[in-house]
């Protein structure tokens, strides 16, 4: 079964960003086949979350489901300590793509994207 691209996603959640009235951007593009995806939403209050994208097998609809995961949940965490996570991340895996989106409210358009 093949693996929805991770371009479309990105693109796909970008678009439902700025539906919201968020600023989308990508930070650092990642291969446009399989790169893993982080996303950073900054909430303009010095803090920020991190969401990595996670594939789920759902063998109801038989699909892989994407899913973003929240990497510090229940915490609010500076968005300094968010960017030195992300320059972790990207030493590990050059091929990882980096969206930022601001949302004062939070909202991650990534969540439950349909795509």
Known sequence: MNELKAEII?????????????NAYVIKRGDSEAGA??????TLDGYAKLYSRNLVYDFDK???????QDLYPNKKIVSRDI???????????????IVEIEDKKGFNPFHNLDC
Do not use: H, P, Y
């Open 10 to 22: 990105i693109n796909a959640g970008i678009r439902a960003a700025e539906r919201n009235f968020a």
């Open 62 to 68: 038989n699909k892989n489901l994407v899913q973003f």
């Open 37 to 42: 995806i982080f996303i950073k939403i900054d």
């Open 83 to 97: 960017d030195m996570r992300i320059t972790k991340e990207i030493s590990v895996d050059r091929d990882c793509w």
